[in-house]
């Protein structure tokens, strides 16, 4: 698998999750101004998953238990920069990460 394909490989997953959890931010009724941030965390918590599992080999358990950690430490600093509860951006943050959702 080559460098080039890798990296595409991620650009793919960061925008396919940045738009799934868009949707489910919209579908849970989120504040308007928080729409793109909860769609950066999402898609930074499933490009940190991608990586562990596909290129990394890490198992499935320890790849999502990595990705949720920076996905809820992402969360917690953008509540305090932005003011908000901290659920409405990790609750649609998490849904690509449910299993078998990918």
Do not use: C, D
Not at 11 to 29: C, D, K
Not at 86 to 95: D, E, N
């Amino acid at each position: 698998m080559g460098v080039e394909f890798m990296v595409m490989g991620l650009y793919e997953s960061f925008l396919y999750s940045f738009l799934a959890t868009i949707a489910f931010a919209v579908l849970f009724q989120a504040p308007k101004r928080t729409l793109l941030i909860s769609g950066v965390i999402g898609a930074i918590g499933w490009v940190v998953f991608v990586y562990l599992r596909q290129h990394l080999e890490y198992n499935s358990f320890h790849a999502n238990f990595f990705a949720t950690i920076s996905l809820a430490l992402i969360s917690e600093l953008s509540a305090r920069i932005f003011k908000q509860p901290a659920t409405v951006f990790l609750i649609p943050g998490i849904i690509p990460l449910v299993p078998g959702l990918g």
